[in-house]
């Protein structure tokens, strides 16, 4: 499979345990994004690489969340001392940098769905 | 920052009949609208998408309507089937400057074809 790969599928957790979750993208993209979709809503952006920097944060994104790419490759993203509020599909997205004119199509992952109890 | 609203949040039409979900958006920065198709308990899937610069796009049974001026976009289904049963996400999306496309997602439309 070429597509983008998430790891774990699911993750069930006792509030104030720390989780890490892995994202594979599509080889060859050098952008990366990291969603949240809770149940009924369409994903909230969280964060976005390209390559090995991170570029942009959303507002959503506590200081209890921290993500990483550090070859440019795949990314972790980190939630400390987790909430119940917390539990949530996670989304990783991966998109091809392109010249003006090309396709912003943007690749999603399965997503790790989180628990929190 | 962006908001997306989208209309409506569900939908039912028999076998063969067309079905339009409608989008509004707020920022006239943005230039770039993908509609996602998610099944259940699958990942988003782009079906189609559109740049601010052309008016309409068509890819079979599906087109995609924009109006820059009133900042809305529309999804039209022909033909409905079965298949076509999941939740529709749209999004719009204006370059950063910092090199993202960050999507902002409006809160989906249920789609339901009833055979």
């Known amino acids: 499979d070429t597509g983008v790969s998430q790891n774990p599928r699911h993750k069930i957790t006792k509030r104030g345990q720390n989780v890490t979750f892995r994202c594979d993208p599509i080889?060859?993209?050098?952008?990366l994004y990291w969603y949240r979709q809770t149940l009924g809503q369409g994903p909230e952006f969280l964060t976005y690489f390209q390559n090995e920097a991170q570029l942009e944060k959303s507002r959503l994104l506590s200081d209890r969340f921290s993500a990483e790419r550090p070859k440019g490759s795949f990314s972790t993203l980190e939630i400390q001392r987790t909430e119940q509020g917390d539990s949530a599909m996670y989304l990783c997205?991966?998109?091809?940098?392109?010249?003006?004119?090309?396709?912003?199509?943007?690749?999603f992952g399965p997503g790790t769905r989180l628990t929190v109890l | 920052g962006e908001n997306v609203e989208q209309h409506p949040s569900t939908l039912s039409v028999q076998e063969g009949d067309s079905a339009v979900i409608k989008c509004t958006y707020s920022?006239?920065?943005?230039?770039?609208f993908p509609w996602y198709k998610q099944e259940l308990g699958k990942r988003p899937q782009l079906i189609i998408d559109i740049r601010s610069n052309v008016g309409e796009k068509k890819d079979q049974r599906i087109a995609v309507t924009l109006n820059k001026t009133a900042k809305h976009f529309s999804l039209h289904i022909t033909e409905t089937q079965p298949e076509d049963s999941a939740v529709y996400f749209c999004?719009?999306?204006?370059?950063?400057?910092?090199?993202?496309?960050?999507?902002?997602f409006g809160k989906g439309t249920k789609l339901s074809v009833i055979p």
């Open positions: 999004a719009a999306s204006a370059y950063s400057g910092a090199g993202s496309y960050q999507l902002t």
């Open positions: 997205a991966s998109s091809l940098a392109q010249l003006a004119g090309g396709s912003n199509e943007q690749f």
């Open positions: 080889s060859e993209h050098n952008r």
């Open positions: 920022d006239s920065a943005s230039n770039y």
